[in-house]
């Protein structure tokens, strides 16, 4: 059974910092281009990052620009987005999500597997 498995979301303070896993059990991340999503009470999922298959291209929403980074370990099979100065607009629960097309987009629907999500809560 393939499956994505989101970790190390929680309750952080604005300005703080969090490290999110995505680990694959099943198969292997070598040939996916994984992205990173968040979908926020009552909105729209969004595109925050993705990551090509060799690790090689990165690319991030406008919103976490510079905030963000987005980078993954094959050989752990694990992606992982780092995420500093977090604001309280980033609250939300994060997915991870793969595909095989190599097209290094963050549309959502282009992705095949996802996650079940890991909520990040940003709050004084």
């Known amino acids: 059974q393939l499956q994505l498995v989101e970790s190390g979301g929680g309750l952080v303070q604005p300005g703080g910092s969090l490290r999110l896993s995505c680990a694959a059990s099943?198969?292997?991340?070598?040939?996916?281009?994984i992205g990173w999503f968040r979908q926020a009470p009552g909105k729209e999922r969004e595109g925050i990052s993705c990551i090509s298959s060799s690790g090689g291209s990165t690319k991030y929403a406008d919103s976490v620009k510079g905030r963000f980074t987005i980078s993954r370990d094959n050989a752990k099979n694990t992606v992982y987005l780092q995420m500093n100065s977090l604001k309280p607009e980033d609250t939300a629960v994060y997915y991870c999500?793969?595909?095989?097309?190599?097209?290094?987009?963050?549309?959502?629907?282009?992705?095949?597997?996802w996650g079940q999500g890991t909520q990040v809560t940003v709050s004084s």
């Open positions: 099943g198969f292997t991340l070598d040939y996916y281009v």
């Open positions: 999500a793969a595909t095989t097309i190599q097209a290094g987009n963050i549309r959502p629907q282009y992705y095949n597997y």
